[in-house]
């Protein structure tokens, strides 16, 4: 359409025919008498005036079919824009269908997911009251565990400190039975079973004659007996024991009786200072 052009109007019909006009007011002008009459001069200007008339008529037409080709033209792309926007509304149309498609394809994958996300909720809290619930129950289980760990420790040291006391008092009589070789072997055998209960984390420890009473480490047979100031250990009962570094039992022992008041003895170097001055 753009190519379209207005047709093309021949000129020299209008231009003969102004010629024809034209030559004919020449001819009456010359022909006429002078002065020049009323009907002359009508036929002279009537003449000239078609002559104009016909000379433009051909530049009238050919404005008026550019004109018209142009408001074709412009009428033509009014069409084709509203073609376009018919084309246009169409695609909006088509793409606003998928939009709604699309959108309730997405309504349906968020409620999916909120429903996957609820799901998963609640098996994560029904995971997490099962893993409490275990958890407690392990708990329970291992301080029971630990309870028994902790008994058949206790009895297991009381019976370990039986057998050492034992083992001391058997020591004991072999030395008071005056048999040095009774009592040799018989401190190998208390040495041999203190280095295995040793091993364990049970260490005894002895308490040794005219040692001073300390009521951190030592103790006396009758618990509730009260023990004098300054007073001195005779001899040793029962051995104590440590265990792991904590004091399991002080060690047991007899309190060393207070004798009479000693009289007083003179210093030999205060002597011996006398008897070499003059």
């Known amino acids: 359409m753009s190519d379209q052009r ?31 009459k009323a009907t002359a001069i009508i036929a002279l ?53 998928q939009w709604q498609m699309v959108q309730e394809q ?14 998963m909720t609640a098996e994560a809290k029904a995971f997490s009251e099962f893993m409490l619930k275990a958890n407690d129950t392990e708990k329970a289980h291992l301080r029971l565990e630990l309870e028994k760990l902790h008994r058949n420790e206790g009895e297991w040291l009381h019976t370990v400190m ?65 023990v004098p100031s300054g007073a001195r250990i005779s001899e040793m009962l029962a051995t104590g024991f440590t265990f792991q570094g904590k004091i399991l039992r002080h060690a047991v022992v007899a309190l060393k009786t207070p004798s009479a008041a000693e009289p007083q003895q003179v210093d030999l170097l205060e002597e011996e200072e006398e008897e070499a001055a003059p």
């Open 45 to 97: 200007a009537a003449c000239i005036i078609a002559g104009a008339a016909i000379c433009i008529a051909p530049f009238i037409l050919a404005y008026r079919a550019e004109t018209k080709l142009a408001e074709y033209k412009t009428f033509s792309s009014t069409i084709q824009q509203v073609e376009n926007v018919r084309g246009v509304a169409n695609q909006i149309s088509f793409a606003t269908a």
């Open 6 to 36: 207005a047709p093309k109007i021949a000129i020299w019909p209008f231009l003969a025919a102004d010629s024809v006009l034209v030559g004919t007011a020449i001819f009456i002008g010359m022909n006429a008498a002078i002065p020049l």
């Open 162 to 226: 039986r057998v050492m006391d034992h083992v001391y008092a058997l020591y004991v009589a072999g030395v008071k039975s005056g048999q040095e070789n009774l009592r040799i072997q018989l401190g190998n055998f208390q040495n041999a079973c203190r280095e295995a209960a040793r091993r364990l984390g049970l260490v005894p420890f002895e308490a040794k004659a005219e040692e001073a009473f300390d009521d951190k480490r030592h103790q006396l047979a009758d618990a509730k007996a009260k």
């Open 106 to 119: 997405a309504g349906q994958t968020i409620k999916a997911a909120r429903d996957i996300s609820e799901r």
